[in-house]
């Protein structure tokens, strides 16, 4: 091993650790994961948006600005993983249509189009008469939106499948354990398992929402609070060649993205909750939105459903703070944007790992 070479700790296996932990490699560094499931938590129930337009809130625009930058990072990273495994990543870039489905929801529409506007996002207001083929599915009672071209998505079960074949690749280690407590000496970080303990040279925490191991220093001024989303995959209605859909339902919040094949993610529920359980009602609530949205969707089969748990800071904006424990950084705080940011976040890990003397 070189010099500039390092030995690497990435402790959680989530969309955040897994592509640090290939950007890490990639960058010629010795990298050893650990996670007892990885990609189970949040990424297993992501639909994979890339949207940072259609993902505006108020008071986000730093948040938005960084996102800004997601669609390229991910293409880079999609063509490294692709000239590698052999298999092209989909990224579909098809935009978001955003519509209301009432009076109030469609107030609710023009209350985000003026915090975009301010955010100089780019959109487009759009008709069912004007551009039908962007309705396509779409309730008939629904006849305006905002288009929000810039917007993608990847599939996250592609590009888990595409990592972890990329990190074998690159010879990095996965260990199936939980990592229960951290720590580092004059010389070395070390991450402790129940059954080993593993030194290096560095160490990234990217644990999601879930607590931080035993010896992790933090500053204080960042926290993380898990925010349980829910997902229903259904095979149904194929809009692959349209927008993302995103709606305002009786004031809730919904999109559909569909991939080839008629295969839809449903979504979406967030709730401040620590247990990754889905009620009937809430299942009942998503679906009927769904179908008001598309009614299409009453024909299609319900394939699964999937939940996680978002880790979201209590400014919603995403962190990277390297810890009081020596040698040792935390990588979190992306809340509902955490396929969006990963290759921004493996930017920042590489960076710490090779700025840090």
Same mark, same amino acid.
């Given at each position: 091993m070189s010099s500039q070479e390092k030995n690497v700790l990435v402790v959680g296996g989530g969309i955040i650790g897994m592509v640090s932990a290939f950007r890490l490699a990639q960058a010629h560094h010795h990298v050893t994961l650990f996670d007892p499931a990885p990609a189970k938590g949040a990424t297993w129930a992501a639909a994979g948006m890339v949207a940072p337009s259609a993902e505006?809130?108020?008071?986000?625009?730093?948040?938005?600005?960084?996102?800004?930058?997601a669609l390229a990072a991910w293409r880079d990273v999609?063509?490294?993983?692709?000239?590698?495994?052999?298999?092209?990543?989909?990224?579909?870039?098809?935009?978001?249509?955003f519509v209301g489905w009432?009076?109030?929801?469609?107030?609710?529409?023009?209350?985000?189009?003026?915090v975009a506007s301010d955010f100089r996002a780019p959109m487009e207001a759009v008709t069912r008469m004007?551009?039908?083929?962007?309705?396509?599915?779409?309730?008939?009672?629904?006849?305006?939106?905002?288009?929000?071209?810039?917007?993608?998505?990847?599939?996250?079960?592609?590009?888990v499948r595409m990592l972890l074949?990329?990190?074998?690749?690159?010879g990095v280690r996965i260990i199936r354990e939980e990592v229960t407590s951290i720590?580092?000496?004059?010389?070395?970080?070390?991450?402790?398992?129940?059954?080993?303990?593993?030194?290096?040279?560095?160490?990234?925490?990217?644990t999601g929402a879930h607590r931080l191991p035993k010896? =992790?220093?933090?500053?204080?001024?960042?926290? *993380? #609070?898990?925010?349980?989303?829910?997902? &229903?995959?259904?095979? /149904?209605?194929?809009?692959? =060649?349209?927008?993302?859909?995103?709606?305002? *339902? #009786?004031?809730?919040?919904?999109?559909? &993205?569909?991939?080839? /094949?008629?295969?839809?993610?449903?979504?979406?529920?967030?709730e401040e909750r620590a247990e990754a359980v889905l009620e009937v009602g809430e299942l009942q609530r998503l679906l009927r939105d769904a179908l008001d949205i598309v009614p299409e969707l009453e024909t299609a089969n319900v394939l699964d459903t999937r939940m996680g748990l978002r880790p979201a800071s209590a400014d919603l904006e995403p962190?990277?703070?390297?810890?009081?424990?020596?040698?040792?950084?935390w990588s979190s705080g992306y809340y509902r944007h955490g396929v969006a940011l990963a290759p921004i976040a493996a930017e920042h890990a590489l960076q710490f790992v090779e700025g840090a003397s």
């Open positions: 505006i809130a108020p008071g986000e625009q730093s948040n938005y600005e960084l996102q800004k930058g999609a063509h490294t993983l692709g000239s590698m495994t052999g298999e092209e990543m989909t990224i579909a870039q098809t935009g978001t249509l009432d009076a109030s929801d469609r107030r609710l529409i023009e209350q985000f189009a003026q004007e551009s039908p083929e962007l309705f396509e599915g779409v309730s008939p009672r629904i006849s305006e939106g905002l288009l929000m071209g810039d917007d993608a998505w990847v599939n996250p079960d592609q590009v074949n990329g990190l074998e690749l690159l720590g580092s000496d004059a010389e070395h970080v070390v991450a402790s398992t129940g059954t080993d303990e593993i030194r290096g040279d560095r160490g990234i925490l990217a010896g =992790a220093l933090t500053s204080g001024d960042n926290v *993380v #609070r898990p925010i349980r989303g829910v997902t &229903v995959r259904v095979q /149904g209605i194929d809009r692959s =060649a349209q927008p993302i859909v995103r709606a305002f *339902v #009786r004031g809730r919040a919904f999109y559909m &993205v569909s991939r080839s /094949g008629g295969y839809c993610v449903l979504g979406a529920t967030a962190f990277f703070e390297v810890l009081a424990t020596r040698g040792w950084a």
